[in-house]
């Protein structure tokens, strides 16, 4: 299973977008804060809008809006909409894909990395990555005030 970039940066501009509840982000401020390109960018918001997460909004001060809270998006939801299926094998989703699925030694541990990536990204919200963001920016700051003068 491989998530591209495609997922990571549809996350990354929900974010965004988060951080701003009831504005309407510009695809290009988001592109340059995130470093994204904007064409690639354009792509993935209009995959996020018909998935539902994001609203356009038209006008002078148009760009984007969250469609709902970020503790209603949840990761998993977000990554299959840009990705498509995560099953680490085919047979995971098909148990035609392969004709050894009821005598597979390999066939459990599959379904237990499927399982744990369901679990993670399902369990995860939108909402749970600002957080973690904060986190993150918050300890930074406390290394930064406690580190030592040169």
């Not at 940066?9 to 965004?16: F, K, S, T, V, W």
């Not at 401020?29 to 354009?42: G, K, T």
């Not at 990554?79 to 989703?93: F, N, Q, T």
Request: with cysteine; proline share 3%.
């Amino acid at each position: 299973m491989w998530i591209s970039t495609k997922a990571q940066y549809g996350l990354r501009a929900l974010a965004e977008i988060a951080r701003q509840p009831g504005i309407a982000v510009p695809l290009k401020d988001i592109a340059e804060r995130q470093d994204i390109s904007q064409h690639y960018l354009e792509q993935i918001a209009a995959n996020l809008r018909r998935a539902g997460f994001i609203r356009s909004v038209r006008g002078a001060h148009g760009g984007y809006q969250l469609s709902r809270s970020p503790n209603a998006i949840n990761t998993w939801d977000v990554v299959v909409a840009l990705e498509g299926s995560l099953a680490p094998v085919a047979c995971i989703e098909d148990e035609h894909a392969c004709n050894r699925n009821d005598s597979c030694a390999t066939v459990g541990l599959w379904r237990r990395v499927d399982t744990a990536v369901r679990d993670v990204l399902g369990s995860t919200t939108l909402a749970d990555l600002l957080r973690e963001e904060d986190e993150m920016q918050l300890a930074r700051l406390v290394q930064l005030e406690t580190a030592p003068a040169l």
